[in-house]
């Protein structure tokens, strides 16, 4: 099993919007998934409801869980709730608790999809250590981009310290406003400043049609609308490219 961490530490990104949509692209290429909630807020739980299973994602921490496999491609939620919220204490047996849940689930599944909060602390570093890869997903508004520095010096000191097999797949800028001559300007700084060893190669556009697919739980791909339609072209271009990278590594 591939363990992929969608992680940012702040929050109205679209982190969620791309992990569930991660969810359904994998699982639409045979793949058997597992979706991990680990944001008290629950929003990819929300919208992946059809496959809700019965265990709450806190159980990972606290005692060994048998996690329901899947016989063939599908996705398996393990759902946010507010006990997450109890999960503070940067706490070795609870990070080792949580390797341990998901190593036993490994040859039951294909992808864990990791969705995080948006604060660093001990779901988020449990997260990065147990994951393969991480993406992160980073607005282009002036006061979303003050924290990426932070964020990869954690991700980095993450996999110095306790992963060295962590790979980062990229910053990837979401919900770019291409008509914002603010927000394009913000791009090219991010170029410069990061280049191509952090910034992904690609980005997802804003489109209304990804708001209307979250609300009837559905991927913006299969909708029938002509701009849903474009809208999922956009996203699976972005994902084919983060498959291969998987592929690759």
């Not at 039951?108 to 001990?122: K, L, N, R």
């Not at 060893?197 to 697919?213: M, W």
Request: charged share 20%; proline share 5%; no cysteine.
């Amino acid at each position: 099993m591939r363990v992929l961490v969608v992680n940012n530490e702040k929050g109205g990104v679209g982190k969620s919007t791309i992990a569930v949509h991660l969810a359904w692209y994998f699982a639409e290429r045979g793949k058997r998934v597992l979706f991990l909630d680990l944001d008290p807020q629950s929003n990819g739980t929300t919208t992946l409801a059809a496959h809700a299973s019965h265990i709450d994602a806190a159980a990972l921490f606290s005692h060994p869980v048998a996690i329901p496999p899947i016989a063939k491609k599908g996705i398996r939620v393990l759902g946010g709730s507010a006990a997450l919220r109890g999960i503070v204490s940067v706490d070795s047996k609870l990070v080792e608790q949580f390797r341990a849940n998901l190593a036993d689930a490994s040859q039951s599944f294909d992808i864990a999809i990791i969705d995080t909060p948006p604060t660093f602390g001990v779901r988020n570093l449990a997260a990065l250590i147990v994951g393969q890869f991480v993406l992160a997903p980073i607005d282009l508004d002036d006061y979303a981009i003050d924290g990426i520095e932070t964020l990869l010096k954690h991700i980095v000191g993450v996999r110095q310290k306790y992963n060295p097999g962590l790979t980062f797949l990229g910053l990837i800028p979401n919900r770019l406003q291409t008509t914002s001559p603010r927000q394009r300007k913000n791009l090219k700084s991010l170029v410069q400043k990061f280049g191509t060893k952090y910034l992904f190669d690609g980005v997802i556009p804003q489109r209304s049609s990804i708001g209307e697919a979250l609300a009837e739980k559905k991927p913006v791909w299969s909708l029938p609308k002509t701009a849903a339609r474009e809208a999922g072209r956009e996203l699976r271009l972005v994902f084919d490219k983060l498959a291969a990278k998987m592929e690759a590594a």
